[in-house]
């Protein structure tokens, strides 16, 4: 399955054939978060996109409400059926996690693509570094911070981070190779103290799962993706619709092509 | 003082008119450490610097033995008068801090200049971050490690790092902008625990002055140039001249021409 090309991998997600997590999938090719929202939304979500580049690095935005392709990234894509699975919410409630979201597409729905850590954590692990969430094979672990996004419109909350340990010299390494990703959050926000960005109990997650942290290494945090959901739970928004956690747009784009240095 | 030229600075130093310190002079000019050793030991010590480019970053070696210019790096350079101060030493022992070595001067000698921390800190200070040693006005801490350098010949000892304390973000800029400096010493080479590189008390610098950790911040430590002078110590070399430490040669080299992004 692994040596599926993008494209192939896509058409199996619109057929049913593939509905499962696409981590390892596509190897080198950029994966995305996705957001959809209707349009009376989508000039604020883009707002505080810009505004929080680091949590939020828009990638894409389809050119009009109703459009599901997006030819820049995804040839002959069609964004309501090319997801292995979806996530339906209405008034901030999780409502279905459908595979298909064409029944319940609409003119007015406006789609954004955000960066997302596997294209960086493809590099480090390229470089030789170790990735304990996936040596440990779980999901990464996040936590909510006391960082403050800039609000645009109804979008505000605080920067929820994902959390990698490792030894000092590595996160240098690490610091350097994610610096060329700005767009798919870039260079780590903080290192250390957890407390220090309201981080209570590095134990305890807030989302995915904990990893074990080895003496000699300190807890390194990048901005994650997951700031945007809380964002909009924040706003509650009448309707949207998600990728579900793990289950991305895989897209045709080199992962090499994010790198700007 | 401040708005002499690197050539008329060095014009003063030969003319006998200026032996200080040159921290602050001519900024925006690469200022570099010197290493001058009798022929036969350079073969062993450009391998040495070759081996260990972070704490040993070459930025120039004379021609021939005897020559006393660098035409790449200074017009009209005469290396045995044009630095305000110099350090001579035989058999290990520091002999004379003279101004001028035109009178000790031999034809077997051979000039190394190398890479100083003066060039990257102008960068962190343009960008904003704190320089502890520098708004402390006092010479930055630095520490013999554990850290071995790989030795070449008669050469060898463990690295020598500078240690500027920061607040992880900052630590996290730092390390950017670092990055781009690999001729004078390049990204950090740890943070945090001093032990960690067998440092045992952080307050108690083996070189240069203490300066204040504050709340939230780390150490950060940089491989520094004095790596070298300990290098040549061990090596026991029965002749050698170098600067006078923060007497450094001031070249005509605008320190962006160190940046490599």
Same sequence: chains 1, 2.
Avoid at 1 to 23: D, E, I, K, W
Avoid at 37 to 63: E, I, R, S, T
Avoid at 182 to 208: L, M, T
Wanted: aromatic share 8%; hydrophobic share 45%; glycine share 8%.
């Amino acid at each position: 399955m692994s040596v599926l090309s993008p494209y192939q991998l896509r058409q199996q997600c619109r057929s049913g054939a593939f509905s499962g997590n696409t981590s390892g999938f596509a190897p080198g090719f950029v994966q995305a978060n996705m957001v959809i929202l209707p349009k009376q939304y989508a000039a604020d979500f883009l707002q505080f996109c810009h505004f929080n580049p680091k949590p939020c690095p828009l990638l894409g935005m389809a050119a009009t409400p109703g459009a599901f392709t997006m030819p820049s990234l995804a040839k002959d894509l069609d964004i309501r059926s090319d997801l292995p699975k979806y996530r339906v919410f209405q008034d901030g409630q999780l409502m279905a996690e459908p595979t298909d979201v064409r029944d319940i597409w609409r003119g007015d729905l406006v789609t954004f693509l955000i960066g997302c850590s596997f294209s960086f954590e493809e590099s480090l692990l390229a470089d030789g570094l170790e990735i304990r969430n996936i040596s440990e094979k779980v999901n990464v672990p996040m936590y909510r911070t006391n960082i403050a996004c800039t609000p645009a419109g109804v979008f505000h909350g605080a920067m929820v981070v994902s959390m990698r340990p490792m030894k000092p010299a590595d996160a240098i390494r690490a610091i350097q190779i994610c610096s060329r990703f700005v767009q798919v959050h870039g260079a780590p926000v903080h290192f250390g103290d957890p407390a220090a960005i309201g981080i209570n109990d590095i134990n305890k997650p807030d989302f995915g799962d904990a990893v074990s942290i080895k003496p000699g290494e300190v807890p390194v945090f990048w901005a994650c993706g997951v700031t945007p959901q809380v964002a909009i739970a924040n706003a509650k928004v009448d309707f949207c619709i998600t990728h579900s956690p793990g289950h991305m747009l895989v897209t045709d784009l080199a992962n090499s092509k994010l790198s700007v240095l």
